[in-house]
Nanobody, 123 residues
Framework: QVQLVESGGGLVQAGGSLRLSCQAS???????????ATWYRQAPGSQRELVAS???????DYANDVKGRFTISRENHATTVNLQMNSLKSEDTAVYYCDADVWTSMSGTQNYWGQGTQVTVSS
């Protein structure tokens, strides 16, 4: 059973920074690896939108309004995908979700979504 847990959200002033993490783990002791992942966000009253994505080859895509401010990366032997968010703006306020293709030695590759983490930027 794969668990995909997001963390790092919170309240920050405009211009500040936050680092979101999306960590995959299992309760069975299987080897775990995130093959590719995408961060999405959804603000109240808005549709969910892509923020950034990463594959085995590195960062793949960024939304236009986060380019130069956000950086997506993998670490911890590809069990964690991070989203470093700098120069935050009030319009970045949203619930951020991690969508990941996770490989385990027991079950192969399956897609999972995290539960979401709230980011609130005060102006």
């Amino acid at each position: 059973q794969v668990q995909l847990v997001e963390s790092g959200g919170g309240l920050v002033q405009a211009g500040g920074s936050l680092r979101l993490s999306c960590q995959a783990s299992t309760t069975t002791g299987s080897i775990v690896r995130i093959n590719q992942a995408t961060w999405y966000r959804q603000a109240p009253g808005s549709q969910r939108e892509l923020v950034a994505s990463i594959t085995g080859g590195g960062p793949k895509d960024y939304a236009n309004d986060v380019k130069g401010r956000f950086t997506i990366s993998r670490e911890n032997h590809a069990t964690t995908v991070n989203l470093q968010m700098n120069s935050l703006k009030s319009e970045d306020t949203a619930v951020y979700y991690c969508d990941a293709d996770v490989w385990t030695s027991m079950s192969g590759t399956q897609n999972y979504w995290g539960q979401g983490t709230q980011v609130t930027v005060s102006s």
